[in-house]
């Protein structure tokens, strides 16, 4: 009955206008009360976490995409797989011939054939082979590698002559199959002097 007798003002609606809410607001459905609540990711929150979930591992794919494709040889004649370097016969002894598609020179020394990578050891800059320059090693004749950077001088071994650079030119292995030159490119396999050795050359068979 207190209830009943509350008196309707500013703060009260009135018991009509209760009951017209409460008729607004109740569920049409018999029962619907006991109806589990949806969880689903349809949900705001859930769809917020499945596109941030995605992103990141998209990110992840592609990061691994990338380290892989670096790693592992795309396709025949690109950088990263073996490169047909041409005839043995087309190599005279104190030729230094570039080998774009394997960013390298392949040198013939009397001792055989070496597959120099043309990246400096210091910093990593290209290393041209200068022709005419005087050369640094025991063949008569010009010819020497220049870094243009910080000035490392390298024989047509790859030796380090003068200059910063901590050691010699790196190399690929080499292969002669059929009388053909065949460059491994691949980064893993690079062969990595820390001193000076002029027996590296693959000897022609």
């Given at each position: ?21 409460e ?24 769809v ?7 992103t ?12 892989l494709?670096?790693?592992w ?22 030729d ?27 910093l990593g ?81």
């Amino acid at each position: 009955m207190a209830e009943d007798a509350r008196a309707e003002g500013l703060f009260y609606p009135g018991r009509e206008a209760v009951q017209e809410i409460e008729r607004r607001t109740a569920s049409p459905h018999p029962g619907a009360e006991s109806l589990p609540r949806s969880r689903g990711w349809f949900t705001r929150r859930g769809v917020l976490r499945w596109a941030g979930w995605g992103t990141i591992m998209l990110l992840l794919g592609q990061s691994s995409v990338g380290f892989l494709s670096f790693f592992w040889p795309r396709k025949v004649g690109a950088f990263g797989s073996q490169i047909n370097a041409g005839n043995v016969a087309d190599f005279q002894v104190g030729d230094v011939k570039v080998v774009q598609e394997a960013k390298c020179y392949v040198s013939r020394v009397p001792e055989g054939l070496l597959a120099l990578w043309w990246k400096c050891p210091h910093l990593g800059c290209t290393v041209p082979w200068k022709p005419d320059d005087p050369t640094m090693d025991q063949l008569a004749g010009k010819g020497r590698f220049n870094c243009p950077c910080h000035g490392s001088i390298y024989d047509r071994y790859g030796l380090i002559v003068a200059g910063p650079a901590p050691r010699p030119m790196d190399t690929f292995p080499l292969e002669i199959r059929d009388g053909r030159v065949f460059v491994n490119t691949n980064p893993t396999s690079v062969q990595i002097r820390s001193v000076n050795d002029y027996k590296d050359a693959v000897t022609p068979v």
